[in-house]
Nanobody, 124 residues
Framework: QVQLQASGGGLVQAGDSLRLSCAVSGPPMSSYGMGWFRQAPGKEREFVATIAWSGTMKKYDDSVRGRFTISRDNAKNTAYLQMNHLEPEDTAVYYC?????????????????WGQGTQVTVSS
């Protein structure tokens, strides 16, 4: 059974950086496309970034492109989201997800497994 554990969230100021981690247990992470999503209070969950099985293909939402970087270390079964130049609008619960079917999906239904979320709060 696949389990995902997201960590690394916290309270930071605008302009600061954070790195989120997503530890995957169960089958090797190299079998999955990995993604990050976020959900702000009162809003729907939205796509942030995704990375293909091998790490060669990545996609980002326009709102984070150039500020966030997704990466993965298959040997450590861990995916990462480096977030730089954080803005108050980035405040949300961030979720990592794994897909058996899509190498770099950008919608929730593309994903089969979800972590529990980690809170990111950016103050102005």
């Amino acid at each position: 059974q696949v389990q995902l554990q997201a960590s690394g969230g916290g309270l930071v100021q605008a302009g600061d950086s954070l790195r989120l981690s997503c530890a995957v247990s169960g089958p090797p992470m190299s079998s999955y496309g990995m993604g990050w999503f976020r959900q702000a209070p009162g809003k729907e969950r939205e796509f942030v970034a995704t990375i293909a099985w091998s790490g060669t293909m990545k996609k980002y939402d326009d709102s984070v492109r150039g500020r966030f970087t997704i990466s993965r270390d298959n040997a450590k079964n861990t995916a990462y989201l480096q977030m730089n130049h954080l803005e108050p609008e980035d405040t949300a619960v961030y979720y990592c997800a794994a897909s058996e079917r899509f190498p770099y999906g950008s919608t929730g239904p593309n994903y089969d497994y979800w972590g529990q979320g980690t809170q990111v709060t950016v103050s102005s």
